[in-house]
């Protein structure tokens, strides 16, 4: 049972330098989103998706594109990576769809950790 | 809008120690409240939830009850082991298409 697999397990970035933070599963959800988490700070949404083709801005989406062409894959990209993103990423997934709330638990990667230097 | 409020770390205890940590909320509706552990290393994982008003949660010896008079949420454990030392999240959902957590409580466990 993979669930949620995020890759890379860590990565190191030059102030400038673009990536994708890959997330997949395997659990036929249509509820994806991607989390940023801060000491101090929590978890704060960045981007997600009630389903393939819809995606719509977390609470800190500035910085970072998001895509869903297929149920299983969400993948994050940063375009121009800044100190300011160094962070760990978690993606994370639920059996819920859109237009009623989210009231089904999330299941969540292992997440990523970045650093930008 | 809506939000989720959670005690402010670190708590150490000793080990057999009951635990307490404090969770309330503002939300329009009738969302449904969540408890998440994250182990050292891991991603977040579900501990307990509930989907009313009166329900209680309950998992690994640990119990929550949804208090809808006063807006809490409390996660409770009678008696604590080294293995639980973690960071537990309160979180409410249901309101609208994102789950709104709380800033997290870390707990250590001493032997």
């Known amino acids: 049972n993979a669930g949620v697999t995020q890759t890379p397990k860590f990565q190191v970035l030059k102030t400038g330098q673009s990536m994708t933070l890959q997330c997949a599963q395997d659990?036929?959800?249509?509820?994806m989103s991607w989390y940023r988490q801060d000491p101090g700070m929590g978890l704060r949404l960045i981007h997600y998706?009630?389903?393939?083709?819809?995606?719509d801005q977390g609470e800190v989406p500035n910085g970072y594109n998001v895509s869903r062409s297929t149920t299983e894959d969400f993948p994050l990209r940063l375009l121009s990576a800044a100190p300011s993103q160094t962070s760990v990423y978690f993606c994370?997934?639920?059996?819920?769809?859109?237009?009623?709330?989210?009231?089904?638990?999330?299941?969540f990667g292992n997440g990523t950790r970045l650093t930008v230097t | 809008g809506d939000s989720v409020t959670q005690m402010e770390g670190p708590v150490t205890l000793s080990e057999e120690a009951f635990l307490t940590i404090n969770c309330t909320y503002t939300a329009t509706g009738y969302p449904s409240l969540f408890w998440y552990v994250q182990y050292p290393g891991e991603g977040l994982q579900l501990l307990l939830k509930?989907?009313?008003?009166?329900d209680k949660g309950s998992n690994k010896g640990f119990e929550a009850t949804y208090r809808k008079e006063t807006t809490s949420f409390h996660l409770e454990k009678g008696s604590v082991q080294v293995s639980d030392s973690a960071v537990y999240f309160c979180a409410l959902g249901g309101g609208s298409e994102k789950l709104v957590f709380g800033k997290g409580t870390k707990l250590t466990v001493n032997p």
């Open positions: 659990m036929n959800h249509e509820y």
């Open positions: 509930a989907t009313k008003a009166d």
């Open positions: 998706s009630v389903g393939a083709g819809i995606t």
């Open positions: 994370a997934s639920s059996y819920d769809t859109g237009g009623r709330g989210l009231s089904s638990p999330l299941h």
